[in-house]
């Protein structure tokens, strides 16, 4: 079974994290957040993953190639970015999508582990044209809304629209879809966004939610990539990552941490290293940082190959970029974001 996996926009809410990492392969404890979701693609029976991609495609290309545990990988790369329908369009042209049978579609941004199967049993079921993942959510500002009928069928899709909403149930990003919808509802050569021009033109056309209660989460933004990270680290979202230390944390091969306190809930990568009497504390280091002596790190997030230098304090909520300094005794106010390359006196 083919799989198209949406993986091609800029990721700005994580920005700096993804001025130089984009978000497909960005390690979520310590894995490129996008193997996780082709696991999970994987146990639902998908062998075959296209990735739509445009922004820093080069970079998810290096890190995940042509295959993953028998899963074959293949790239549609967009010049200009086609939105979240366009290049299921592209696909198709370029004869890249199965001509029978149903199609899956994935936001690849999203970490997961509710039953898919059931969702394509309920595709074939229902007869629908188009079938949208729905879980619920306590706060739905930031997601597509979605009331359905008791039959299933969906009664309206609204967008990301203010003011109070008829359900918390949300579009949680995976679509069966039939061919004809791409035929007939998504045209060529410009970007088109499914959630604002096909599903409200699919309506009341044979457009169904599958709800499921599973965990569910976006990693799109620094709160629920945190979030998302804690939960891994928990068990709460199950996972075949390495097994945590009494606190919770990750530390990955090659990390020297002697004398430093780490933990609870914290991720060390590889090549880092933390010195004494430093402290790093739900936080989540990528690979190669380097952490001086009596320094502390806390709930936040540090991008490859930067330093905090001794006695410097990183606080709550900081994202410092990919290869930026903080100079000793330097602090990073909470909320801060530090650019790739930065220097903070
Ligand atoms: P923000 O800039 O922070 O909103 O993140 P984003 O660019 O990833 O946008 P959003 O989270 O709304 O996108 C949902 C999913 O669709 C993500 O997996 C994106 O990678 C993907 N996506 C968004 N726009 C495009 C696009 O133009 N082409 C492709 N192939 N995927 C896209």
Partial sequence: ????????????????????????????????????????????????????????????HA???????????????EEEPLGTAGPLRLAADEGLLAESG????????????????????????????????????????????????????????LEKQPGPAPTNRINAGTYVLDRSVVDDLIPS???????????????????????????????GTPERYMEATFDLLTGHAQSELPPRDETDSLIYDASITGGARIGPLSVVGRHCSVGSGSVVERAVLHDDVRVGRDASVVEAIIAEGARVEDEARVEPGAIIGAGATVAAGGVVESGARIGPGEHVG
């Fill in 63 to 77: 890190v995940l190639g042509e295959e993953r545990h028998g899963m074959r990988l293949r790239y549609l790369i």
């Fill in 189 to 219: 050569g410009r970007a088109v966004s499914i959630e604002r021009e096909v599903f409200p033109e699919l309506v009341g056309g044979g457009l169904y939610g599958y709800k499921f209660d599973a965990y569910w989460i976006d990693i």
């Fill in 102 to 157: 149903p199609i899956l579609v994935v936001n690849g941004d999203c970490l997961t582990d509710f039953d898919l199967t059931a969702q394509l049993r309920q595709h074939e079921a229902t007869g629908a044209r188009g079938t949208i993942a729905l879980t619920a959510v306590d706060d739905t500002a930031s997601y597509g809304v979605v009331p359905t009928r008791e039959s299933g069928e969906v009664e309206e899709f």
């Fill in 1 to 60: 079974m083919e799989a198209v996996v949406l993986a091609g926009g800029e990721g700005t809410r994580l920005r700096p994290l993804t001025l130089t990492t984009p978000k497909p392969v960005m390690p979520l404890a310590g894995r490129p957040f996008l193997t996780f979701m082709l696991d999970w693609l994987a146990r639902h029976g998908v062998d075959d993953a296209l990735l739509a991609l445009g922004y820093k495609s080069e970079a998810v």
